[in-house]
């Protein structure tokens, strides 16, 4: 009996369905689609997906959209033609393109994550997302070159990345904890500051400048730097390699720059060559340029090495052209490396031979005769 009232129902159902144009709805007349089933990626990061929901029947489906299996702390949004949507409305033989992003925390474990994207009672689209990296929660503060070399006239720029793995946005203070006369400078876009502000997982770029002391010794220095917040910080370590600074000084012992000499007579002037750096000296080239067919020799010619903060004696054998005329001319003497260089002028007068000056002084005397003999000749007449 029970087994006929099924057959009648069921013959009923179809002329109904027949009479008024219903057709039965199968569970796969809505798929879902999309090429990125299985993604790599590391933690803090934005997925996005472009889901296609296509409906395969002749009548308008509403599809309820939703995700299922994802762990508590992961989220994510579901879009259509710009809005938030949770649920879709598809034309008969017609499809939806909806955009689906998921954010990957930043606290996570390395590993494989599957879950479901819902397409109502439809279909469903398993997806998988790959983590390949163990993830944190913490600041992070980096430089592809940490150490730097230079003499203590040197300013060094070290370029940095403040880096913010947390998924807040976040204020971080600088602080650099240098030796005594250091000057430290933080800059973010080219503006010296003393904080920046960095958004949720992202990064800024910043550039640290120091500049030493003068005469600072040679030797190597730490410089730690950080950037921190009430919840988190992150350190950076520096590291300078004074060479020590370079200082010549070209010099007379007791500082006098003057001299005289006799047109053509050679006469020696004691110099000195002070090292006034931190830094070894090497390679003294001793220079001198002045009047035409004038010449200057030195001893020794060239100074080899010359320490921090001392000194060698040099002579220079000056000449002056036989042919110089009485007068004040001056010569110019130089001490010079690659790293520094000193000149100094000096004033040489030129006087009068002695021999002109017994000439001259014979001629006088001559013409004081001649007046004096034609004043005895002629003065009675």
């Given at each position: 009996?029970?087994?006929?009232?099924?057959?009648?129902?069921s013959i009923m159902v179809l002329v109904y369905s027949t009479t008024f144009g219903i057709q039965a709805s199968p569970q796969d007349s809505v798929r879902?689609?999309?090429?990125?089933?299985?993604?790599?990626?590391?933690?803090?990061?934005?997925?996005?997906?472009?889901?296609?929901?296509?409906?395969?029947?002749?009548?308008?489906?509403?599809?309820?959209?939703?995700?299922?299996g994802l762990p508590g702390s992961w989220t994510y949004t579901i879009k259509s033609g710009g809005w938030s949507v949770k649920q879709i409305s598809?034309?008969?033989?017609?499809?939806?393109?909806?955009?689906?992003?998921?954010?990957?925390?930043?606290?996570?474990?390395?590993?494989?994550?599957?879950?479901?994207?819902?397409?109502?009672n439809y279909d469903v689209l398993p997806l998988e997302v790959n983590v390949t990296e163990q993830g944190t929660f913490k600041t992070e503060f980096t430089t592809d070159q940490p150490n730097m070399q230079g003499n203590s006239n040197s300013s060094f720029t070290f370029n940095a990345t403040l880096t913010n793995r947390t998924a807040e946005k976040q204020l971080y203070s600088f602080n650099a904890y240098a030796p005594r006369g250091w000057n430290v400078t933080f800059k973010a876009n080219y503006q010296a500051v003393t904080s920046v502000n960095v958004e949720a997982n992202a990064n800024t770029a910043i550039t640290i400048e120091i500049k030493p002391p003068d005469r600072t010794e040679a030797g190597k220095y730490k410089i730690p730097v950080t950037a921190s917040t009430g919840s988190t910080s992150a350190n950076l370590d520096l590291e300078i390699v004074i060479t020590g600074t370079y200082g010549i000084?070209?010099?007379?012992?007791?500082?006098?720059?003057?001299?005289r000499l006799t047109a053509g007579?050679?006469?020696?002037?004691?110099?000195?060559?002070?090292?006034?750096?931190?830094?070894?000296?090497?390679?003294?080239?001793l220079n001198?340029?002045?009047?035409?067919?004038?010449t200057v020799e030195f001893e020794p010619k060239k100074i080899d090495k010359l320490a921090a903060n001392q000194s060698e004696k040099v002579v220079a054998k000056l000449k002056a052209?036989?042919?110089?005329?009485?007068?004040?001319?001056?010569?110019?003497?130089?001490?010079?490396?690659?790293?520094?260089?000193?000149?100094?002028?000096?004033?040489?007068?030129?006087?009068?031979?002695l021999l002109w000056g017994w000439i001259g002084?014979?001629?006088?005397?001559?013409?004081?005769?001649?007046?004096?003999?034609?004043?005895?000749?002629?003065?009675?007449r």
């Open positions: 009996m029970s087994g006929r009232i099924k057959q009648i129902v879902l689609y999309t090429p990125q089933t299985k993604i790599s990626t590391t933690p803090g990061q934005s997925l996005d997906y472009t889901i296609t929901v296509i409906n395969n029947s002749s009548e308008i489906r509403n599809v309820d959209l939703s995700v299922a598809v034309l008969p033989k017609e499809k939806q393109l909806i955009s689906f992003r998921l954010e990957v925390p930043l606290k996570v474990n390395k590993g494989i994550y599957r879950f479901n994207f819902l397409g109502g000084e070209f010099t007379t012992p007791s500082g006098l720059l003057s001299t007579q050679e006469k020696k002037i004691d110099l000195i060559v002070n090292n006034t750096g931190t830094a070894e000296l090497s390679g003294i080239n001198f340029s002045g009047p035409v067919n004038w052209d036989k042919k110089a005329i009485p007068g004040d001319y001056m010569a110019y003497l130089e001490a010079s490396t690659p790293e520094a260089t000193s000149k100094i002028s000096y004033r040489v007068t030129v006087e009068t031979p002084i014979l001629i006088i005397a001559a013409a004081l005769g001649s007046v004096y003999y034609l004043f005895r000749k002629y003065g009675r």
